[in-house]
């Protein structure tokens, strides 16, 4: 017998054309999602630049750009949920949401809790100088006045390096400091140094290399597999296609995707 396959494929195209390229509407069943047509996503929404609020009120930030993308791309409405950091994995397993956009860093013993899509950020220890320092590489910092955030991880990576080692109770006032020239530099997290730079338009620059690395990951709820394969597709294809980086460079000045991302474990 012979199927008449053009209706379903005319169908097909035409479905095409309507979403623009997009995927077809998400099935909830299929996706295993909260609510049908919606994605649900937790953020604290108070953690620049990761999520923050607009003048007028709007959520904005890193993982606000990434989850809104991520949204679009499965043809699903993006839903914010709102919640405090202590909460969102209480939360997470009574499916009030379907992850979390949190910055989250992704740990073995995280991994044992939830499933974490791909990880879809890269961070770490920076070293960050004045434009035109000699230090172009963490080795450099040997010999020289760093300042670091007091009983963090930063003081012992920069005495494992020789540096002179100066200590502030706020690391905003490290990063004065390395403005006026009284240290020669600050080690501290990447992506909140490239925001502080880029917001306020410093005259500091991060050498390439990084002293710490850590990705970020969604944490899902154990046990949705098509949603957390269907997160990883839109989020290697917008990295690819370079929509990532038009959305996170104007907030840090690049890209902070990462080069080898870590894998989910299904």
Do not use: C
């Given at each position: 017998?012979?199927?008449?396959?053009?209706?379903?494929?005319?169908?097909?195209?035409v479905?095409?054309?309507?979403?623009g390229?997009?995927?077809?509407?998400?099935?909830?069943?299929?996706?295993?999602?909260?609510?049908?047509?919606?994605?649900?996503?937790?953020?604290?929404?108070?953690?620049?630049?990761?999520?923050?609020?607009?003048?007028?009120?709007?959520?904005?930030?890193?993982?606000?750009?990434?989850?809104?993308?991520?949204?679009?791309?499965?043809?699903?409405?993006?839903?914010?949920?709102?919640?405090?950091?202590?909460?969102?994995?209480?939360?997470?397993?009574?499916?009030?949401?379907?992850?979390?956009?949190?910055?989250?860093?992704?740990?073995?013993?995280?991994?044992?809790?939830?499933?974490?899509?791909?990880?879809?950020?890269?961070?770490?220890?920076?070293?960050?100088?004045?434009?035109?320092?000699?230090?172009?590489?963490?080795?450099?910092?040997?010999?020289?006045?760093?300042g670091?955030?007091?009983?963090s991880?930063?003081?012992?990576?920069?005495?494992?390096?020789?540096?002179?080692?100066?200590a502030?109770?706020?690391?905003?006032?490290?990063?004065?400091?390395?403005v006026?020239?009284?240290?020669?530099?600050v080690?501290?997290?990447?992506?909140?140094?490239?925001?502080?730079?880029?917001?306020?338009?410093?005259?500091?620059?991060?050498?390439?290399?990084?002293?710490?690395?850590?990705?970020?990951?969604?944490?899902?709820?154990?046990?949705?597999p098509?949603?957390?394969?269907?997160?990883?597709?839109?989020?290697?294809?917008?990295?690819?296609?370079?929509?990532?980086?038009?959305?996170?460079?104007?907030?840090?000045?690049?890209?902070?995707?990462?080069?080898?991302?870590?894998?989910?474990?299904?």
């Amino acid at each position: 017998m012979r199927l008449n396959l053009l209706p379903v494929l005319a169908a097909a195209l035409v479905g095409g054309l309507v979403t623009g390229g997009l995927s077809a509407p998400a099935n909830a069943q299929q996706l295993e999602l909260v609510k049908p047509g919606a994605l649900l996503v937790a953020t604290e929404g108070t953690y620049p630049p990761f999520s923050m609020r607009t003048p007028d009120g709007q959520l904005d930030g890193l993982e606000i750009r990434v989850a809104k993308e991520i949204a679009r791309r499965l043809n699903l409405t993006y839903e914010p949920v709102v919640i405090k950091w202590e909460a969102l994995l209480v939360g997470l397993a009574a499916d009030q949401y379907d992850f979390a956009s949190a910055a989250m860093d992704i740990t073995a013993e995280r991994q044992k809790q939830v499933m974490f899509a791909d990880g879809w950020l890269e961070s770490g220890g920076r070293v960050v100088t004045q434009k035109g320092s000699p230090i172009k590489t963490p080795a450099d910092i040997k010999g020289k006045t760093v300042g670091v955030l007091v009983s963090s991880t930063w003081q012992k990576l920069a005495e494992e390096r020789g540096a002179t080692v100066k200590a502030y109770k706020a690391e905003s006032d490290a990063i004065q400091d390395l403005v006026n020239g009284q240290i020669d530099a600050v080690i501290t997290d990447s992506i909140a140094a490239a925001y502080a730079i880029e917001a306020s338009k410093l005259p500091l620059v991060m050498v390439d290399d990084y002293l710490s690395h850590i990705q970020k990951g969604f944490p899902f709820k154990k046990g949705k597999p098509n949603l957390v394969k269907a997160v990883n597709k839109a989020l290697a294809d917008m990295i690819a296609d370079g929509t990532y980086a038009k959305l996170t460079t104007p907030l840090i000045g690049y890209s902070p995707a990462p080069k080898d991302p870590i894998k989910t474990i299904f």
